[in-house]
């Protein structure tokens, strides 16, 4: 017997866990604005394939606060927001948030937050994870964090085939560490990069996805300043 799935007409964007026929992509970011300022010319090239969605973490909420409503705000729930605006403009299908305070993620929350992940992608079954590089870019522990969970996912769960890892070449790595970051780690060598994505035509929904996030105008003019069209990954991939 045939069973018919019947889709309601209208699905909200942004926030809709309805599987298509389409392969399915997680993203595991530690932060509201790890997409946008990160992969995210990656991510809408990936919409147009995969049900794309995202795992956020924290809720960015010890991060600065730019927002022209300054302190008035409550910084989590706006950031919150943020990612939520952000990911509909790259056309990511939801937004999970495991509410981790921003800044604390450390050994001792791994396997609350690795379990956390994998009952969410027991659900959505992704072939492919994504997530920021080892070195966690900028040297955020938080991002490092995310980078270990989504490499203990991937080695455990026999439906995800790849993962890929956001990573910046040496010539793309041109930040000096401020005073936040003790150390930056360097960037990656030609040969270490798997797959580099050409996003030129996609810097429009990159640059309008950035601008959501309206709270970190300081780093959203930083980035916008030095929009690279390249993005590089490393990919871990199992033998079929
Ligand atoms: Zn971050």
Redesign the pocket.
């Known amino acids: 017997m045939f069973l018919l799935r019947i889709f309601p007409l209208s699905i909200p964007s942004s926030q809709s866990t309805i599987s298509s026929m389409k392969p399915t992509l997680v993203c595991l ?3 509201p ?2 997409e946008a300022f990160g992969p995210s010319g990656t991510i809408h090239a990936f919409t147009k394939m995969h049900d794309v969605y995202i795992i956020c973490a924290t809720n960015g909420d010890a991060g600065e606060n730019h927002h022209p409503a300054g302190g008035t705000i409550d910084l989590g729930h706006q950031r919150k927001s943020e990612i939520i605006e952000s990911s509909k403009v790259l056309g990511v299908k939801k937004v999970f948030f495991l509410e981790h305070k921003d800044g604390e993620l450390s050994n001792n929350k791994y396997q609350t937050i690795a379990t956390e992940c994998r009952t969410i992608l027991d659900d959505l079954r992704p072939q492919i994870l994504l997530t920021f590089e080892h070195r966690g870019i900028s040297g ?1 522990i ?2 490092v964090f995310m980078a270990m969970v989504t490499s203990f996912l991937y080695e455990r769960l026999s439906y995800v085939q790849e993962a890929h890892f956001y990573c910046l070449r040496e010539d793309q790595h041109n930040k000096k560490p401020g005073e936040y970051f003790i150390y930056f780690p360097r960037g990656y060598k030609e040969s270490e990069v798997d797959k580099t994505v050409d996003i030129t035509k996609y810097l429009a929904v990159k640059k309008a996805a950035i601008s959501k996030h309206i709270s970190q105008t300081k780093d959203m003019k930083n980035i916008l300043k030095s929009l690279r069209t390249k993005e590089c990954f490393y990919i871990f991939k199992k033998d079929k």
Do not use: G, L, M, Y
């Open positions: 970011f530690a932060h604005d790890d955020h938080d991002h």
